[in-house]
């Protein structure tokens, strides 16, 4: 973990690309996990007692993991790619041409001076709870649209699916994962906080080849629920998070577990996301870094990959926002070892001979030529103008017929947002907060009458999703009950809640 004086009022310098000899951390034995199969190290990375509130998770983590630094040596052989693959999945091109005519940025961004005494002044006398944060620290998009961004790089899961090796597709499975940070890097604006039942959909089957929905499950504490499946694999995540703020920083700590399945091998993958932390909150530029270890693990073949996010430092002379781990299969062996920058690219390598150590006592790897596993699409130049927007952010929000009345798009503040009409989308934003509370408030007193009758109080339950137990981590969950898609195709929206 980071010190409160270490980078605080730095900006984050760019750095040179990566070596051809490096070093990863190598776990010696295997740990004891929680029952979510996430490693105990993950959840205590960042110092403390893990909160995701699981009772099996507390009962069965116990101790960090011990692991040993190894020194790997790659092939300096030009960089392959899979003699596999093909044309639509390389990194640098569009993956295939969609049969609509989609948006490729939103209008810019308008010059509207901040005034943080005006703000402040508005707050006196309020209640913390309702105190609306301005549009002005936002960009016009939800988190649930945030979260549907981690899908930007879906072709490598296209491409996972047709490893035949399952510690070769475990690799594919990490680069995955790292490339939803990739917009992270330049992207500092809020997104907007979802109300209760809202929804998002993004049906991208004619070009992406998936197709995702998200809802909006619980208030408090915050928890969105996705669904995504796509060419041959389903990804579905119960996204939660708690968030320390340190005067200098802030850090937001994921909870949630992240699923994924290949249909065809029933190979099912588990992880949870690295903690990222904003910096420069009070003075200077604000930036984000990622950092802290991951842990994948293959529940079909007990295969394991862990992952280490090495946090930015100033004085570091080594590469930035630096990714670097190994999958192992279910022997323990190592048998790839992943290399590379979490807004950039990775790349992996198959270790072909393992020695003992070198004349430093350091264990080594003798690895093959690096293959690329993915590499980030950078936006246009003038993309700072819209929030630093993909194309694939930019089209999020666009509107479309016949998606749900709860769905993002129909937020108004957050389409008036959009159009550069801030301070109506203020205005609209209060109306809405103050309707959920009005609702919130109204389900406190049924509740309470109730209890105060001997009846049952009623829960609040989700739209899409139901909760039941996860049989793999033993956790209770939101699964989806894969009736949306067929309720859109009636124009059957009559049970979505009248949130805007």
């Known amino acids: 973990m980071q010190s409160d004086e270490e980078d605080d009022f730095f900006d984050a310098v760019e750095s040179a690309d990566t070596a051809t000899e490096f070093t990863v951390d190598v776990p010696i034995f295997l740990h004891r996990r929680t029952s979510s199969g996430i490693s105990t190290d993950s959840q205590k990375s960042e110092g403390g007692k893990d909160s995701s509130g699981s009772e099996n998770d507390d009962k069965q983590a116990l101790t960090h993991n011990t692991s040993q630094t ?26 295939t041409i969609s049969k609509r005519i989609r948006r490729t940025r939103v209008p810019d961004k308008p010059n509207y001076p901040l005034n943080l005494w005006s703000i402040m002044k508005n707050c006196i006398g309020k ?80 070009d992406l080849g998936w197709r995702c929905v998200n809802e909006q499950v619980s208030h408090h504490p ?15 995540q119960e996204f939660t998070m708690t968030s320390k703020f340190r005067g200098k920083y802030l850090q937001i700590i994921p909870l949630g577990i992240a699923h994924l399945v290949f249909t065809e091998t029933g190979n099912h993958y588990t992880w949870r996301k690295v903690t990222t932390t904003v910096h420069n909150i009070i003075v200077g530029k604000l930036w984000v870094d990622q950092h802290g270890e991951m842990d994948i693990i293959n529940y079909q073949t007990g295969d394991k990959c862990h992952l280490k996010y090495i946090p930015y430092s100033y004085f570091n002379r080594d590469v930035q926002r630096k990714v670097t781990g190994c999958v192992m299969d279910g022997q323990e062996k190592v048998r790839w070892v992943l290399n590379g920058t979490w807004d950039s690219k990775m ?40 929030y630093n927007f993909t194309e694939l952010a930019s089209q999020l929000n666009e509107e479309e017929e016949d998606v749900a009345p709860s769905d993002c798009r129909r937020r108004p503040d957050q389409r008036l947002m959009e159009e550069g009409k801030w301070d109506d989308a203020n205005t609209e934003k209060v109306r809405l907060e103050e309707k959920q509370r009005t609702a919130r408030r109204q389900k406190e007193i049924a509740s309470e009458t109730a209890a105060a009758e001997g009846k049952p109080v009623p829960q609040y339950e989700a739209v899409w999703f139901i909760r039941d137990k996860d049989p793999y981590t033993g956790n209770v969950i939101h699964v989806f009950k894969n009736d949306y898609w067929d309720c859109k195709e009636r124009k059957d929206w009559s049970r979505c809640p009248d949130i805007f």
């Not at 915050?222 to 579905?236: D, I, L, S, V």
Request: charge should be neutral; proline fraction near 6%; aromatic fraction near 10%.
């Open 347 to 386: 790349e992996t390598c198959e270790v072909l001979k393992q020695k003992d150590s070198d004349k430093n006592g350091k264990p080594v790897f003798e690895l093959g030529p690096a293959r690329g596993l993915w590499e980030r699409r950078l936006p246009p130049a003038v993309s700072e103008r819209y």
């Open 222 to 236: 915050p928890m969105a629920a996705q669904h995504c499946e796509g060419r041959g694999w389903k990804c579905w």
């Open 70 to 95: 190894v020194r790997c040596i790659r092939s300096k052989t030009k960089i392959v790619k899979d003699k596999n693959q093909k044309r639509e999945f390389n990194f640098g091109s569009a993956l």
């Open 127 to 206: 209640e913390l709870t309702k105190i609306p944060v301005p549009v002005n620290f936002s960009e016009p998009l939800s988190m649930l649209q945030r979260l549907t961004e981690d899908f930007e790089y879906s072709e490598i899961l296209d491409q996972a699916v047709k490893c035949q090796d399952s510690c070769e597709q475990l690799a594919y499975v990490a680069a995955f994962t790292v490339s939803s940070y990739a917009a992270t890097a330049i992207r500092t604006g809020k997104p907007f906080n979802p109300l209760l039942g809202e929804t998002y959909e993004c049906d991208r089957l004619d």
